[in-house]
């Protein structure tokens, strides 16, 4: 591994984090009892699913004792992680369920799931009661993300499709502000997002979410790392995904503190974190290796991959026994 140095400016929910990072070296400080630590990058987002891991991992000193120096720098989507793996600038990240195409499509390995969600939505102004009043008004969305997957699926069930709206490409904190100010008629957006614009826009119209396609896509989340880093570094891999592992048990088993350490690291309110938390399950290691075992996992991606063929953002995705290296994740628990 090459010494690197990444820089990169990334706006969180709901501030502007400029970071400095240094990138992935054979080695890094000492363990207490001399070895030397592993170092890698390791992206989220700074929303429960993306942060509640690491917030873990931070409070119960998981690298420390996994024998990592990590830097965990944050990003405002899953794309801009998946392209700094690709240039190996990051070696693991965190993506939500709209961009995982990109895996699908080789950019990277998905080493472990995270949860799947409920808190996706397409949100419009007052008087905008439907997907079908939505033809030829001004939409929002964070192209890569769960609320393009969530507005594709909604107008397919309507008949529609990108071609019947005015789609306009946002970030995440700039669709909040534009549903505000009424510069938009309405987006494809999720939670907590949605928790902010309720808050400036209290006749919010919710058109679509996730249950309504509860039976044809599954919105799980995931861990990523960069293709080169997991086939040379499989130690290193294994140790990231004990820390993983650790984390998701003890957010599974102890939301409420999981929730509390989240808000912490990210500065934001608890009642608001908690919202976000609410719409999405959360599983043990060891419920996501029975998932593995039983075909389930599998099942998910299938179906978001053939979610992703129909929405053009892939035309030959690989088979999730390809990108998802199942493996790595259950033999880090034995």
């Known amino acids: 591994m090459k010494s690197r140095f990444f820089k990169r400016a990334a706006v969180a929910v709901a501030a502007v984090a400029a970071l400095a990072l240094t ?3 054979a080695s890094g400080d000492a363990n207490a009892d001399g070895a030397a630590k592993d170092k890698v990058t390791f992206g989220y987002i700074a929303d429960f699913n993306g942060a509640s891991v690491h917030a873990v991992a931070q409070e119960l000193n998981l690298w420390e004792k996994y024998g990592l120096d990590a830097d965990t720098p944050v ?3 899953g794309p801009l992680q998946i392209q700094a793996l690709g240039t190996e600038d990051l070696d693991f990240g965190y993506i939500g369920p709209g ?3 990109m895996p ?5 390995k ?4 995270n949860a799947t969600g409920n808190g996706d939505r397409v949100i419009a102004q007052a008087g905008i009661n439907s997907i079908e009043d939505l033809k030829g008004k001004k939409v929002a969305v964070a192209e890569g993300t769960s609320g393009d997957m969530i507005l594709n699926l909604a107008l397919k069930k309507a008949g529609m499709s990108l071609d019947d709206v005015d789609k306009v490409a946002m970030d995440p904190g700039t669709i909040v502000a534009a549903m505000a100010s009424k510069q938009i008629d309405a987006a494809g957006l999720w939670y907590p997002l949605i928790s902010t614009v ?3 826009v209290p006749d919010l119209e919710i058109l679509s979410s996730n249950e309504d396609f509860e039976n044809e896509v599954a919105f799980a989340s995931g861990f ?3 293709n080169k880093f997991v086939e040379e570094n499989p130690e290193t891999t294994k140790k990231v995904l004990q820390v993983v592992r650790e984390a998701l048990d003890y957010r599974a088993e102890n939301l409420d503190e999981t929730i509390e350490l989240t808000a912490k690291l990210m500065k934001l309110d608890v009642d608001t974190v908690k919202v976000d938390a609410s719409n999405v399950t959360y599983y043990t290691a060891e419920e996501l290796d029975q998932k593995i075992a039983d075909g389930t996992v599998d099942s998910w991606l299938t179906g978001m991959n053939d979610y992703f063929v129909s929405a053009d953002k892939v035309t030959d995705p690989e088979s999730p026994k390809e990108y998802f290296t199942s493996d790595l994740f259950v033999g880090a628990g034995k």
Do not use: H, L, R
């Open 99 to 101: 961009a995982m195409w």
């Open 75 to 77: 990003f405002t989507n």
């Open 110 to 113: 998905v080493v472990s799931v």
């Open 224 to 226: 990523v790392g960069a």
């Open 23 to 25: 990138g992935c070296s």
């Open 198 to 200: 309720e808050k400036q």
């Open 104 to 108: 699908a499509k080789g950019d990277a």
